[in-house]
């Protein structure tokens, strides 16, 4: 599978942006993670393809959205009320299995990233 992620730019604290991760075939599980300088990868939230079923991390709850079009098999992220601590290169990511893993090295398939930087 091969992702290719967009849609990523610079936004003042309290906007919005969406990030599209584009699959080159339907994958199991999508994620996006993200990782700011000098900090470890960290997940944001991921879906089953099939089902729908999310999951978000606590920093992503009530303020960011995922959807997926299975017809252009494409995962997106929605993103309001954006931050400063936002900011970070974020990856979208894939793997097999019916589990939404909140772990990277659990991902065999990662997109190129995109920069997300959130001005205050």
């Known amino acids: 599978v091969q992702l290719q992620a967009s849609g990523g730019g610079l936004v003042q604290a309290g906007g919005s942006l969406r990030l599209s991760c584009a699959a080159s075939?339907?994958?199991?599980?999508m994620g996006w993670f993200r990782q700011a300088p000098g900090k470890e990868r960290e997940f944001v939230a991921g879906?089953?393809?099939?089902?729908?079923?999310?999951n978000y991390a606590d920093q992503a709850q009530d303020r960011f959205t995922l959807s997926r079009d299975t017809a252009k098999r494409t995962l997106y992220l929605q993103m309001n009320s954006l931050r400063p601590g936002d900011t970070a290169v974020y990856y979208c990511?894939?793997?097999?299995?019916?589990?939404?893993?909140?772990?990277?090295?659990?991902?065999?398939?990662w997109g190129q990233g995109t920069q997300v930087t959130v001005s205050s």
């Open positions: 075939d339907a994958p199991y599980v």
């Open positions: 990511a894939a793997r097999d299995g019916t589990m939404i893993s909140v772990t990277p090295i659990t991902y065999t398939y």
């Open positions: 879906i089953t393809w099939r089902s729908g079923r999310t």
